[in-house]
């Protein structure tokens, strides 16, 4: 029984009523003496107290912060963290963006915002997208961070045939066809594309899933139900190419929203089970000399609790990773997209879905895990000058967190991964679709994937409903990190952090520099923190444009992605959290049970 116990508060005073400063913070560290246990434990739990009484006398200070200016209002806050245990575990890539197939033709409202950003067109020469893939500024210390994960796919997957050795047809790309499904021909994927592609992604590490054709060869009756079973017979072409030249997919997913109702076509649950199954017995037979084989995944499809429970329950453990698509911003047309993303009370088909899935996994899923397969917040492509722009942030920050505050809490029911539309092309590409630039929600992927670890913590804030708080263990670091999202316009906020049961298992360690310090020279231990602060450039939150730590964030001629630095901290100083920005924090020394 650790009998040590210790909370580390660094707390704002008392909640003076906004817009009345100067402020006044201070940080205390509280520890309870130990009343039992071995030699080891007391003497660290004792070093903890001399360390914390120590740091109680030099450290409770008042710092105090004029945060008036014109309209600036300032305010406080205080986020709490429990450090007992984790409550849910993602994978080490969450970070997933999506590939498409749209042909430039691809228009929406009267704007055709893909260009040449699929699949089949794609510059892959491009410096700046292979870069961002990798996810790496700097070759010597490239190896820390993995690549993102990358899903091929999108609404014309299954219109996809792929070109094999003997096929009688010519080869063609889709063209616009208002009679056809969807409104395009069948498209073509000719397999010295599909090299290109595959040495790209080797090239940068990305773990590929690929979305197959699930309508091959399956004729849509009138009420728009496929007939038939899914005729995998070119599927298994596409393997056996793919293994004979050596190229390594991460997974396999059969159909894009094809579940429920269906874009454009529909196949029953039943049927999709069956297919999955079938999937899963092909990959088990063409890989069967592969010790780690790919994966399958499916639907890739909107959430309906009756299709979805009888998918997983028909698939018979089939299935890995069942994969959900969210929209839940709206249509890209909508005017009121900014004002539903920096509304706290936006209520957006609610939390049911995620929590019927979660009842559905538990139930008939044990082996299966959930992702977010798909989500660009607003549909038919985003809206520009919103969708590529440093507002769409507080969307995608806050949105893929709040599917993991209600996925995430059985543990073994996570939301593993979740894939952005997309890395480029539409409005909503993490990339622009013409200069391959990035914009703003790059870089708040890129300094997630870096900073957030696989273990989530249980977070709460007291304070403004307009911040929003988010906490992980540290990714290949020590500590935690933090991620504030502040929605309000003008109101600066003083955001102190409460750890429960936090234990400073380096606490000897420091407190022999402490005393060694001490002996030679006076002086304090160095508590300092990283922090990253998001805004964007003039202020302006429809700029493409985003600033860390005031400067702004760009590639350079070579198309290398800039670092990433953070300022430090004095960490008994509260975090100060601007209007509409995001800030993630890093704080090094905190050692808590659920990160350990
Ligand atoms: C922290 O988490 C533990 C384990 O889940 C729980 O027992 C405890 O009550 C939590 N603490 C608070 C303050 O909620
Ligand atoms: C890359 O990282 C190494 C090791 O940390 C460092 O010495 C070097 O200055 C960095 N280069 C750039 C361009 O940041
Ligand atoms: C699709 O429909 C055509 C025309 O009715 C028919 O010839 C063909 O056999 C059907 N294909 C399948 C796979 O059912
Ligand atoms: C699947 O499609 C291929 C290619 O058209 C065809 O040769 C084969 O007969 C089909 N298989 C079934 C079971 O329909
Ligand atoms: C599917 O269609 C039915 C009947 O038209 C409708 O009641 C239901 O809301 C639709 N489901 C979704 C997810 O759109
Ligand atoms: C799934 O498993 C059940 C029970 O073992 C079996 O009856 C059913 O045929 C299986 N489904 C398929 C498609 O293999
Ligand atoms: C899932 O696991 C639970 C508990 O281990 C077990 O009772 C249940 O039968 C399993 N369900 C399936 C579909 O395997
Ligand atoms: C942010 O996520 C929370 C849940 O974590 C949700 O209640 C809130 O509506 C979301 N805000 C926005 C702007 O999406
Ligand atoms: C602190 O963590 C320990 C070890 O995980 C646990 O036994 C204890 O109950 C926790 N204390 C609190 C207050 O959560
Ligand atoms: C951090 O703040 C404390 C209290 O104000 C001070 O004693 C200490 O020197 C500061 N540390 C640094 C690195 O500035």
């Known amino acids: 029984m650790p009998s040590h116990e210790s909370r580390l508060v660094i707390r704002r005073g008392s909640d003076v009523a906004p817009s009345h400063p ?112 990798k996810g790496e500024y700097n070759k010597t210390i490239s190896s820390t961070f993995s690549p993102l994960k990358i899903r091929l796919g999108g609404t014309l997957q299954d219109r996809v045939m792929y070109q094999m050795v003997g096929d009688q047809e010519p ?50 009756s009138t009420d728009g139900y496929a007939v038939g079973p899914w005729n995998s017979s070119n599927a298994e072409a596409l393997m056996k190419y793919t293994i004979e030249k050596g190229f390594t997919i991460h997974g396999w997913e059969l159909g894009n929203e094809l579940s429920g109702n269906g874009t454009g076509a529909t196949i029953t649950a039943d049927q999709y089970a069956s297919d999955t199954i079938s999937l899963q017995n092909l990959v088990q037979n063409i890989y069967k000399t592969f010790e780690v084989k790919p994966i399958v995944l499916g639907p890739g499809g909107f959430f309906e609790a009756n ?77 520009d000058r919103v969708s590529n722009t440093f507002v769409f942030s507080f969307w995608y920050t806050n949105f893929s967190y709040r599917y993991l505050d209600q996925l995430g809490m059985a543990s073994s029911y996570d939301t593993k991964t979740y894939c952005r539309q997309t890395l480029i092309g539409g409005n909503y590409g993490l990339l622009n679709t013409v200069t391959y630039v990035p914009n703003p929600d790059y870089f708040s992927a890129l300094l997630w994937h870096r900073l957030m670890g696989r273990r989530v913590l249980s977070t709460s804030f007291d304070g403004t409903k307009k911040i929003r708080s988010y906490a992980h263990c540290s990714k290949h670091s020590d500590g935690i990190t933090l991620l504030l999202i502040n929605l309000e316009r003008y109101t600066t906020t003083a955001v102190g952090l409460s750890v429960e049961n936090v234990t400073i298992i380096m606490a000897s360690k420091q407190l022999k520099q402490l005393k060694q310090t001490q002996r030679t020279q006076s002086s304090t231990i160095e508590y300092t923190r990283e922090e990253y602060h998001l805004t964007a450039k003039d202020g302006k939150l429809n700029s493409r444009t985003v600033l860390l730590n005031g400067k702004e964030l760009a590639v350079n001629s070579a198309g290398i992605i800039p670092p990433l630095e953070p300022i430090q901290v004095n960490i008994s100083n509260p975090i100060i959290v601007a209007p509409f920005s995001i800030v993630f924090v890093h704080i090094p020394n905190i050692h808590i049970p659920a990160c350990t």
Not at 24 to 46: E, F, S
Not at 194 to 213: H, M, P, T, Y
């Open 22 to 133: 100067p402020r006044v913070a201070y940080l205390i560290m509280i520890c309870k003496q130990p009343r039992n246990g071995k030699r080891g434990p007391k003497l660290v739990a004792l070093e903890m107290c001399l360390l914390i009484g120590i740091m109680g006398l030099c450290l409770v200070v008042v710092i105090t912060r004029n945060l008036f200016s014109d309209k600036i209002r300032s305010g406080t806050g205080m986020v709490y963290v429990n450090g007992t245990t984790s409550i849910g575990f993602v994978d080490e890539d969450f970070i997933c963006a999506t590939l498409d197939w749209w042909p430039p033709q691809k228009c929406d409202y009267g704007t055709c915002s893909w260009g040449t950003a699929s699949l089949l067109t794609l510059d892959l020469n491009n410096k700046i997208l292979l870069n961002a893939i």
């Open 171 to 220: 080869c063609s790309q889709f063209t616009e066809s208002s009679k056809e499904l969807l409104g395009f021909s069948q498209g073509c994927l000719p397999m010295s594309r599909w090299d290109e592609l595959n040495i790209f992604f080797q090239k940068s590490r990305a773990k590929v899933i690929f979305g197959l054709n699930a309508l091959s060869h399956r004729n849509i």
């Open 307 to 383: 299709w979805f429970s009888e998918y997983v329950m028909k698939s018979n453990g089939s299935l890995q990773v069942i994969t959900q698509h969210i929209y839940n911003l709206g249509p890209g047309v909508d005017d009121h997209l900014v004002k539903k993303i920096l509304d706290p009370w936006y209520l957006d088909g609610g939390s049911q879905p995620f929590r019927d899935l979660q009842d559905i996994m538990k139930k008939f899923g044990n082996s299966t895990v959930a992702w977010v397969g798909e989500a660009g917040g607003a549909y038919n492509s985003g809206r």
